[in-house]
């Protein structure tokens, strides 16, 4: 079958005539239904199996001695989770960090919570401020059988605002058994005129009780609140400083869950976000609070549509942000989602239809975008943080661009393992020989090429891995490049196609992959700018374990990041070209950071997705920078990358808070004395 294969691909169509055409289109067509007809048999094999095994375990599970021995397995299975819980982190010193992080993040919490709330001076000042737009927010909050406390501290944290240019549009949905909740919305509303309240004749739940609220909006901007939760009192300030600065027509901010019935100061997990990332908002709803936007933005369309109930609030944001001009992350916390049995908050399995609303709106989204054949599904971090899977558009070439010196151990196990995991076939491999002085290097080179789809070319100069790249890609002939590093294992059979579905995008220009270390401690997963003791750009994540959810589970999905190592970094090989290729100037260190920014400047995405995955044996082929000439080397590079990106860095990364630290890699706050 794998000899039919390689002449269908010698033999091309364009070049036979019409009758050899028709031939081999023949072949194809049943070279692939001999295919399906094995995995089809295959896939019944295996269902039988699931059968047989299915009724061999509830057998089991029916039998008396199951039921006896249940004690004992709970116990066991209690000590499993410990230990899987502890064996995440890899090892007992990312333990120690993990607990040093959560240590000053106690530290510092409760400046996020009632210590941030302004002086009387502070708010006297705020609201005596002019704007130069006279802006009024509509706050939309759906009411139902809302507990008397909560439903008080919602009311007072509005009238707390200390922007007063605002509307509270209360719709309530409750039952007969609340009454409360009326009485005490009209006696509020008896004192404050901001404040309209109506009773619905019939619970039409979240959707339909908040597109009843915005019947009665009035304001040029909406805002989005839960019945149960508290705003920050200075979160409409904020937002009129953006809106007058910035032309913002979308914004939100940085969140927290609190406790229950207890004070915001109680805080569970504190939730600091990037900027707008279209990647990191379809595979998880980031955004979420507080959401404030012009309301011109929902012409032609509803708010809530009742049919992703239970993710009604992703659906919204996927819509309106795609019509923003200019949506505004403001990286403060003003806003608390109070956690008690009945929310979203206190866990996925409050309300379980969530989790398909939201498949829902993320596939409603992407085919109205103009994709079709995808696939969306839960990831282990999060029943509602999805993997998204794109159909790869036709089967282009893809060069694999290897540089390389003596090193002949890494490359083979580099090479082969690309060539027995791949499930990928349409690409070839070029080899960039950069002055090696081993014997064993040539036997290498000769054994490799005798692979069809293998080249090795020779670059005579100086070690410059910009440059070597560069002299490599002048003789790729594929649509996409790859470039990797001589000591990186393949590990995911489809790390192509998790690249390519990615590359082929018009709005990306990088992508890149999740990369280890030999002992599964993660090397890369993104890059953000600033990072590190040289502040000029870093890892996340760094020597995390492999099995690590990451903070908020960044681990486990897509999501647009400023920079990829260029360890493994496809890209559109006429991109690579139109931008010069990597920046020879930057000779050995951030050349792949400087050609992202590069990209990015010109309003391009660079993604970084977590399931193409290799090993990569950092510092084998060239060395560590921290000592002697490379270590001077690197130093002058690292100046020099600092004030060619001046500006970017001194602006921050946009898809890193700023509230997180530049001296650590694990998403740590910073420590403000």
């Known amino acids: 079958m794998e000899e039919q294969v390689k002449n269908s691909r010698e033999n091309a169509p364009e070049k036979l005539s019409e009758a050899e055409q028709l031939r081999y289109y023949r072949e194809a067509y049943f070279l692939e239904k001999q295919r399906s007809t094995s995995l089809a048999g295959r896939l019944s094999d295996a269902n039988a199996q699931v059968e047989e095994l299915s009724e061999k375990l509830a057998n089991i599970k029916g039998s008396f001695a199951w039921k006896l021995s249940k004690p004992l397995r709970d116990t066991y299975h209690q000590v499993n989770r410990v230990k899987q819980r502890v064996g995440s982190y890899g090892s007992i010193g990312e333990i120690a960090r993990k607990i040093k992080s959560e240590m000053i993040e106690r530290r510092v919490r409760r400046r996020y919570g009632t210590r941030s709330f302004p002086s009387p001076e502070e708010a006297k000042k705020q609201r005596e401020t002019r704007f130069s737009r006279n802006i009024r927010f509509s706050i939309l909050v759906p009411l139902y059988n809302t507990p008397r406390k909560f439903l008080m501290e919602m009311l007072d944290s509005v009238q707390a605002q200390t922007y007063e240019n605002w509307q509270l549009c209360l719709a309530d949905g409750s039952d007969k058994d609340h009454a409360f909740v009326g009485e005490l919305c009209r006696e509020y509303a008896s004192k404050d005129p901001r404040i309209c309240y109506r009773k619905l004749e019939e619970n039409q739940g979240i959707s339909g009780n908040t597109n009843e609220c915005l019947k009665m909006a009035e304001g040029e901007y909406i805002g989005l609140f839960d019945h149960d939760d508290v705003l920050h009192p200075c979160v409409l300030y904020e937002y009129m400083l953006r809106i007058c600065e910035e032309d913002a027509d979308y914004l939100y901010c940085d969140e927290t869950t609190f406790r229950g019935n207890r004070t915001i100061d109680d805080m569970l997990v504190l939730h600091f976000k990037p900027d707008f990332a279209i990647d990191n908002l379809r595979g998880n709803n980031y955004i979420c609070h507080f959401s404030a936007f012009d309301r011109k933005l929902l012409e032609g369309m509803e708010l809530f549509r009742s049919q992703f109930d239970g993710s009604q609030d992703h659906d919204m944001i996927l819509r309106l942000t795609s019509r923003a001009k200019h949506v505004v992350h403001?990286?403060?916390?003003?806003?608390?989602?109070?956690?008690?049995?009945?929310?979203?908050?206190?866990?996925?399995?409050?309300?379980?239809?969530?989790?398909?609303?939201?498949?829902?709106?993320?596939?409603?989204?992407?085919?109205?975008?103009?994709?079709?054949?995808?696939?969306?599904?839960?990831?282990?971090?999060?029943?509602?943080?999805?993997?998204?899977?794109?159909?790869?558009?036709?089967?282009?070439?893809?060069?694999?661009?290897?540089?390389?010196?003596?090193?002949?151990?890494?490359?083979?196990?580099?090479?082969?393992?690309?060539?027995?995991?791949?499930?990928?076939?349409?690409?070839?491999?070029?080899?960039?020989?950069?002055?090696?002085?081993?014997?064993?290097?040539?036997?290498?080179?000769?054994?490799?090429?005798?692979?069809?789809?293998?080249?090795?070319?020779?670059?005579?100069?100086?070690?410059?891995?910009?440059?070597?790249?560069?002299?490599?890609?002048?003789?790729?002939?594929?649509?996409?490049?790859?470039?990797?590093?001589?000591?990186?294992?393949?590990?995911?059979?489809?790390?192509?196609?998790?690249?390519?579905?990615?590359?082929?995008?018009?709005?990306?220009?990088?992508?890149?992959?999740?990369?280890?270390?030999?002992?599964?401690?993660?090397?890369?997963?993104?890059?953000?700018?600033?990072?590190?003791?040289?502040?000029?750009?870093?890892?996340?994540?760094?020597?995390?374990?492999?099995?690590?959810?990451?903070?908020?589970?960044?681990?486990?999905?897509?999501?647009?990041?400023?920079?990829?190592?260029?360890?493994?970094?496809?890209?559109?090989?006429?991109?690579?070209?139109?931008?010069?290729?990597?920046?020879?100037?930057?000779?050995?260190?951030?050349?792949?950071?400087?050609?992202?920014?590069?990209?990015?400047?010109r309003g391009l995405l660079n993604v970084w997705n977590p399931y193409c995955e290799l090993y990569h044996f950092e510092s084998a082929s060239r060395g560590k920078d921290n000592r002697g000439e490379q270590a001077e080397r690197y130093e002058k590079e690292c100046a020099l990358f600092r004030e060619k990106w001046k500006a970017a860095l001194e602006a921050g990364d946009p898809y890193y808070n700023p509230n997180f630290s530049l001296d650590r890699s694990d998403y740590s706050l910073k420590i403000q004395l």
């Open 330 to 601: 403001v990286p403060k916390m003003l806003y608390y989602w109070r956690s008690h049995k009945d929310s979203v908050a206190s866990g996925i399995n409050a309300k379980n239809y969530a989790v398909e609303a939201a498949r829902n709106a993320i596939a409603d989204h992407l085919r109205t975008n103009g994709f079709q054949g995808f696939e969306i599904t839960s990831t282990k971090a999060f029943a509602t943080i999805f993997r998204i899977q794109y159909e790869i558009q036709g089967s282009p070439k893809i060069s694999i661009v290897i540089p390389n010196r003596d090193h002949a151990n890494e490359l083979s196990e580099c090479v082969e393992s690309i060539l027995k995991l791949s499930s990928y076939y349409n690409y070839e491999i070029i080899i960039v020989e950069n002055n090696s002085v081993t014997k064993e290097i040539e036997t290498c080179y000769k054994s490799l090429e005798k692979h069809e789809n293998i080249r090795v070319v020779r670059y005579e100069g100086a070690f410059n891995y910009a440059a070597v790249n560069n002299f490599g890609v002048s003789f790729a002939s594929g649509d996409y490049l790859v470039l990797l590093n001589n000591d990186t294992k393949v590990i995911s059979v489809d790390w192509m196609e998790e690249l390519l579905m990615y590359a082929q995008r018009e709005d990306v220009g990088a992508v890149g992959a999740k990369l280890y270390y030999r002992d599964n401690t993660i090397q890369h997963a993104g890059i953000v700018l600033g990072l590190g003791a040289h502040r000029t750009a870093g890892h996340t994540h760094y020597r995390m374990a492999r099995t690590f959810v990451g903070y908020m589970g960044k681990l486990c999905y897509a999501q647009d990041v400023s920079a990829v190592t260029g360890a493994c970094l496809m890209v559109k090989t006429a991109l690579y070209r139109e931008l010069g290729g990597l920046d020879e100037d930057f000779a050995i260190a951030l050349n792949d950071v400087d050609f992202c920014l590069r990209l990015r400047e």
